[in-house]
């Protein structure tokens, strides 16, 4: 997989595990900042993996920030996304296997590095299993084109 990743200046230490992580499990991974830890705006960044997603210049994305909530909600903002923030590896593994999720979020304040390289373990080996999911994603779909 082709992969995105941002995060903000608190996700900023967390990163460089994760980029590594990834790479090691042999995925392709660009880093859409930042770059230092100065004080940055997590809504630049989930917005700007988000619109790389969707563009589909890349498969999937991963964000960090304090709790992985704000750059999710950010990334959520831009069409055809489905970003969820997880805590934990099941949940990311579901969220792809049923809402075929295309960014996954963590918080470098709530989770270590451990844990995160689980989750994006998970998230990357799960697969969307269509189906009745596949109808449940469409409505998801209708929603957000109501609100164009």
């Not at 392709?28 to 630049?44: L, Q």
């Not at 923030?85 to 990311?92: D, G, H, K, L, T």
């Not at 390289?117 to 409505?139: C, P, S, T, Y």
Request: glycine share 10%; hydrophobic share 35%.
């Amino acid at each position: 997989m082709k992969l995105a990743i941002g995060s903000d200046h608190v996700g900023i230490e967390l990163k460089p595990a994760i980029i590594d992580y990834v790479k090691e499990l042999g995925h392709e991974i660009e880093d859409f900042g930042p770059y230092s830890s100065e004080r940055t705006d997590y809504p630049s960044y989930g917005k700007k993996v988000a619109e790389e997603v969707a563009s589909g210049r890349f498969d999937g994305g991963i964000l960090i920030c304090g709790t992985g909530v704000g750059i999710s909600i950010s990334a959520n903002k831009v069409k055809g996304i489905r970003a969820v923030v997880c805590s934990e590896p099941y949940s990311a593994k579901l969220s792809k296997e049923h809402n075929n999720t295309n960014i996954v979020a963590f918080g470098s304040r709530v989770i270590g590095s451990e844990l995160a390289k689980m989750i994006v373990k998970e998230w990357l080996d799960a697969e969307f299993e269509g189906g009745r999911h596949a109808n449940r994603v469409q409505m998801i779909a209708e929603i957000e084109a109501e609100n164009e």
